[in-house]
C-alpha cells in the first residue's frame, strides 16, 4: 500500500458538486485531486453503444463495471438491496463527469418558499438560509453551466440578472399545450436549460437531437466533464478508475487520509488538508457509514444518526394520451417547456407541491414508442404502405406529462449497509428502506387530477395514468445539511459539524426536495461551499 496522493484538497466524485467545486478551487492555485471510480468517456464510442443497445435505459451508454458498479433502470435489485415498502427506483452512474452525462437538462431555480417549509406551512424543515442568501450563486451557477433561459420569466425564482443564452424555442406540441391552456390556471412556459441555444463556451447549439436521456452526442447540453477539464487545466489531477473505500481519522478527530483501491486490485491511500466527498447521495452515506471505527463508532460524520436517513427523490406522476389532431411529437430535446406555477401555495400546509413537465417524446417514456406503437400496428395486419400511414396518424398525436412532486423528508427513509453482499472493490452493497408519506401521496393524487384537467382541455382521449410511482432521476437527502449539530450531517457551508476538514457536497445536503430538478441547486451550493473550503486549507 503506497500514499501516492496528495494534496491541498481531496475530492471524492467528479460529478458536478466535485468538478464545480474543483475547478474553482484549483483555479485559486490550490493543489487539487480527485478520487474517481470510474473511467473516462469517449463521447462518440458511448453514442455508438446506446445505439447498439438492445434495451436503452439512461444508463445503457455506459459501462458498469465490476470495481464502478451502479444501479440500472432495469434490474435494478441487482445493487440496490430494497427493503420496502416501496421501492427507490432512480439511478446514477459512475463516470469521469458523473451522471450529468445522462441528466435531462433542466435547470430550474428552487422558489423562496422551498427554503422555509417549516416556518411557512408548518411541514418539514427549514434550510439555514434563505433564498436571497442563495440567489447570487444560482447566477454564478447559471453561468458556469451555460443555461438558455427567457429572461422575461422569473418562474418564481426572482433574478439579479441575465441568462448566459436566449432561450431554447417551444416546439410545436408546447405551443399547442400553451394554446390549449391559455387562460386556465396552468401557465406553460419555456424550460431554462443547461444546453446551448448559440454556440457557447467552445460547444455547438442544440441540433434537436432527442437522446438527451442517455447522451448528447455533440455536448450542446452540458455535463461535468467541462470542468473537469477546466480542473484540469488549472493543475488539478484525476484518478480515474480509483474508489474511496474508507476515511480514515487522527487523533485530532479530523480525517487523516483516505484508503482506494484501483480497478486493477492495487489499493493505496491519499491525503489532503482537506476532503470533499461528492460522490451522491447513495455512495456518499455508503462510504461515510463504511469508515465506521474507533472514534466514530456509528461512522464518520455521524454523530448526529443523521447520515444516510432522509432519502428522497421527486416521485412523479406519470400519464399519457392522445390529441385529436397531430402535435407532432418527437421533435427537439425530450423537454423544453413544463408548468411550474403549481410549485407553491397555502395547499403545502396539507399536501405536497409539484411541477409539471411536459414531454416532447411521445408515448416514449410509458410505452416505448415509437416502436412499440409500430409492433401493436402491425400486428393488427397492417403492412407497407398502410402501416406506414397508421404509425404516423399514432405517433404523432401522442403526448405525455410527468408531475415531479415534493417528498417529505422521512428518518426512515434511509441508506444503511448490507450485511451480506459486497462489490468487488470489498464494500457493503446498499440496502434501502423507503416509503412515501400521506403528505406526498396527496400530492400525487393532486397530480393526476391536474393532468385530467390539462387532457381535458387538449380535448385528449385514451387517457393513461401510471399504476406505479415513478422516479425521476433524483436522489436526495441523506447528509442533511443545517443549523444544528444533533440533527444535521454538514452545516450552512456543507461541512460536517464533527471533523472540520471533511466538506460533503451534492443533493444529499438538502434538507427538503422542492420540486425543482436539483443540478442547478447542487452546482449553487458547491460554488457557495469553495471560500469556505479555500480557508480551511489556508488555516491548516
Known amino acids: 500500500m503506497a500514499n501516492d496522493i496528495t494534496a491541498d484538497i481531496l475530492i471524492i ?11 474553482k478551487l484549483a483555479q ?69 463527469g458523473g451522471t450529468t452525462w445522462h441528466w435531462l437538462g433542466t435547470t430550474l431555480r428552487n422558489v423562496p418558499a422551498d427554503f422555509k417549509l417549516k416556518s411557512l406551512y408548518g411541514h418539514a424543515v427549514d434550510w439555514p438560509f434563505d433564498y436571497d442568501a442563495l440567489e447570487p450563486f444560482y447566477l454564478a451557477a447559471e453561468q458556469e453551466i451555460g443555461v438558455a433561459g427567457d429572461n422575461d420569466e422569473d418562474l418564481g425564482s426572482p433574478r439579479s440578472g441575465n441568462f448566459p443564452m436566449p432561450v431554447i ?13 391559455d387562460g386556465t390556471k396552468y401557465q406553460v412556459r419555456s424550460t431554462p436549460q443547461g444546453r446551448n441555444s448559440t454556440f457557447h463556451a467552445d460547444r455547438p447549439e442544440c441540433c434537436g ?61 491519499a ?17 461515510l457509514l463504511n469508515s465506521a471505527q474507533e472514534g466514530a463508532p456509528n461512522g464518520i460524520a455521524n454523530s448526529s444518526d443523521q447520515v444516510g436517513r432522509n432519502l428522497m427523490d421527486h416521485p412523479s406522476m406519470l400519464s399519457w394520451a392522445e390529441t385529436p389532431e397531430p402535435v407532432w411529437p418527437f421533435r427537439g430535446p425530450l423537454s423544453t417547456s413544463g408548468i411550474e406555477n403549481l ?13 409539471i413537465e411536459i414531454g416532447n417524446d411521445g408515448h416514449s417514456w410509458p410505452t416505448g414508442a415509437p416502436l412499440s406503437t409500430a409492433a401493436d400496428l402491425a400486428k393488427t395486419g397492417l403492412r407497407a404502405a398502410e402501416l406506414d400511414a397508421a404509425i404516423k396518424k ?39 428502506h423507503y416509503d412515501y408519506s400521506a403528505y406526498t401521496r396527496a400530492g400525487l393524487d393532486a397530480a393526476q387530477a391536474a393532468h385530467d384537467e390539462v387532457f381535458a382541455a387538449m380535448g385528449a382521449t385514451n387517457i393513461n395514468h401510471a399504476e406505479d410511482i415513478n422516479g425521476s432521476g433524483h436522489v436526495i437527502g441523506t447528509t442533511r445539511m443545517g443549523l444544528d449539530a444533533a440533527s444535521a450531517v454538514v452545516d450552512a457551508d456543507l461541512r460536517s459539524f464533527d471533523h472540520r476538514n471533511l466538506f460533503l457536497l451534492g443533493s444529499g445536503t438538502f434538507p427538503t426536495s422542492a420540486t425543482a430538478n436539483p443540478s442547478l441547486t447542487i452546482a449553487a451550493l458547491s460554488l457557495r461551499a469553495v471560500d469556505a473550503i479555500a480557508a480551511s486549507v489556508a488555516k491548516g
Not at 271 to 287: N, S
Request: net charge positive; hydrophobic share 40%.
Open 209 to 269: 437531437n432527442g437522446s438527451c436521456i442517455p447522451i448528447c452526442p455533440i455536448q450542446a447540453k452540458y455535463d461535468a466533464t467541462v470542468h473537469v477539464f477546466q480542473a484540469e487545466a488549472a493543475g488539478a489531477v484525476v484518478h480515474d478508475e480509483t474508489t474511496a473505500t474508507r476515511l480514515n481519522l487522527g487523533t485530532d478527530g479530523q480525517i487523516a487520509s483516505v484508503d482506494f483501491r484501483r480497478a486493477d486490485g492495487t489499493t493505496g491511500t
Open 343 to 355: 410549485r407553491d401555495g397555502e395547499f403545502r400546509k396539507d399536501r405536497a407541491a409539484f411541477r
Open 13 to 23: 466524485g467528479t460529478g458536478i458538486a466535485g468538478a464545480v467545486a474543483g475547478a
Open 271 to 287: 491525503t489532503g488538508k482537506v476532503v470533499v466527498v461528492a460522490a451522491h447521495a447513495i455512495e456518499t452515506p455508503r462510504l
Open 394 to 432: 399514432a405517433t404523432s398525436r401522442q403526448i405525455r406529462l410527468a408531475s415531479l412532486v415534493e417528498q417529505s423528508p422521512d428518518a426512515e427513509n434511509r441508506v444503511t449497509l448490507d450485511p451480506d453482499k459486497r462489490d468487488a472493490n470489498g464494500m457493503p452493497l446498499p440496502r434501502i
Open 28 to 96: 485559486k492555485g490550490l493543489k487539487v485531486a480527485f478520487l474517481e471510480s470510474g473511467k473516462r468517456i469517449n463521447r462518440a464510442d458511448a453514442v455508438q453503444t446506446f445505439w447498439d443497445a438492445k434495451i436503452k435505459v439512461p444508463e445503457s451508454a455506459y459501462p458498469n463495471d465490476p470495481t464502478a458498479p451502479h444501479p440500472v433502470s432495469h434490474r435494478i435489485a441487482d445493487y440496490y438491496q430494497q427493503m420496502g415498502p416501496e421501492d427507490f427506483k432512480s439511478t446514477y452512474i459512475k463516470v469521469v
Open 169 to 181: 424555442p417551444m416546439t410545436y406540441l408546447d405551443k399547442q399545450f400553451a394554446k390549449a391552456l
